[in-house]
C-alpha cells in the first residue's frame, strides 16, 4: 500500500531554514510527482510546488520562488522541502501528497507542523 | 486560477442532502478534484476529474460540473461527513489552486 511518512514537528526562530522529509514506499518512487501543500493554523490549503524523483526537476508557486528547495534522495525513496528564511508566516503543518490512481491528489502525508517563534 | 467556494458555512441536518459549489476564474474543463478534511488530519480525496469518485468512497458523495461551475453533492448526510471540504483545479499547474473551503456542520 503506498505510504508517505514525514517527518516530525519542529520548532524554528525567524530567519532559520527548516528541511522537512516525506518517505514514500509502496510504489515506484520515480514514478511519480510528490507535491507539496501547506496549511496555516485555521485556515485553508496552499499548494507549494512539486519535485519529480526521476529528474529532479521542480516546480514552485511564485509566491514561494527563492525561499524554498524541493529535492529528492532517490536511494532512500525521499524527498525533501526546505523552506528559507521563516518568518512567522510560515507557521504551518506541510503536507507532501501523490496523485492517486486517476488525477487529484489520491494520496498524502500526515503532515509535519513548523512553529515559527522567537 | 482563482476557485471561490459558496457557501463559507453550510448547516444541514443528518440524513438531509448538503450542495457545495465551487467557481472557476477560468474554464478548467473537469479537471477539478474535491477533498474532505477534519481536524488534524490531511485532507482525502473524494471526486477527481469533477465527477468520478475516488477509491473507496460512498456513493453519497458525487460531483458534477464542467469549465467554471461546479457542484459536490452529498445525499444524505451522515455524521461522519461534517468537516470541511475544499475544491482544486489542476488544469493550470503553475500553480494548482484550491478554494477557501466550505464548513459543513450540524444543523
Known amino acids: 500500500q503506498v505510504q508517505l511518512v514525514q517527518s516530525g514537528a519542529e520548532v524554528k526562530k525567524p530567519g532559520a531554514s527548516v528541511k522537512v522529509s516525506c518517505r514514500a514506499s509502496?510504489?515506484?518512487?520515480?514514478?511519480?510527482?510528490i507535491y507539496w501543500v501547506r496549511q496555516a493554523p485555521g485556515q485553508g490549503l496552499e499548494w507549494m510546488g512539486w519535485?519529480?524523483?526521476?529528474?529532479?526537476?521542480?516546480g514552485y508557486a511564485q509566491k514561494f520562488q527563492g525561499r524554498v528547495t524541493m529535492t529528492r534522495d532517490t536511494s532512500i525513496n525521499t524527498v525533501y522541502m526546505e523552506v528559507s528564511n521563516l518568518r512567522s508566516e510560515d507557521t504551518a503543518a506541510y503536507f507532501c501528497?501523490?496523485?492517486?490512481?486517476?488525477?487529484?491528489?489520491?494520496?498524502w502525508g500526515p503532515g509535519a507542523l513548523v512553529t515559527v517563534s522567537s | 486560477i482563482v476557485m471561490t467556494q459558496s457557501p463559507a458555512t453550510l448547516s444541514v441536518s443528518p440524513g438531509e442532502r448538503a450542495t457545495l459549489s465551487c467557481r472557476a476564474s477560468?474554464?478548467?474543463?473537469?479537471?477539478l478534484a474535491w477533498y474532505q478534511q477534519k481536524p488534524g488530519q490531511a485532507p482525502r480525496l473524494l471526486i477527481h476529474?469533477?465527477?468520478k469518485r475516488a477509491t473507496g468512497i460512498p456513493a453519497r458523495f458525487s460531483g458534477s460540473g464542467s469549465g467554471t461551475e461546479f457542484t459536490l453533492t452529498i445525499s444524505s448526510l451522515q455524521s461522519e461527513d461534517f468537516a470541511v471540504y475544499y475544491c482544486?483545479?489542476?488544469?493550470?499547474?503553475?500553480?494548482?489552486?484550491f478554494g477557501q473551503g466550505t464548513r459543513l456542520e450540524i444543523k
Open positions: 501528497a501523490r496523485v492517486g490512481d486517476f488525477s487529484g491528489f489520491g494520496y
Open positions: 509502496g510504489y515506484t518512487f520515480i514514478s511519480y510527482e
Open positions: 519535485v519529480n524523483p526521476n529528474t529532479g526537476a521542480t
Open positions: 477560468q474554464d478548467v474543463n473537469i479537471d
Open positions: 476529474g469533477a465527477s
Open positions: 482544486q483545479q489542476y488544469n493550470d499547474w503553475l500553480p494548482i489552486t
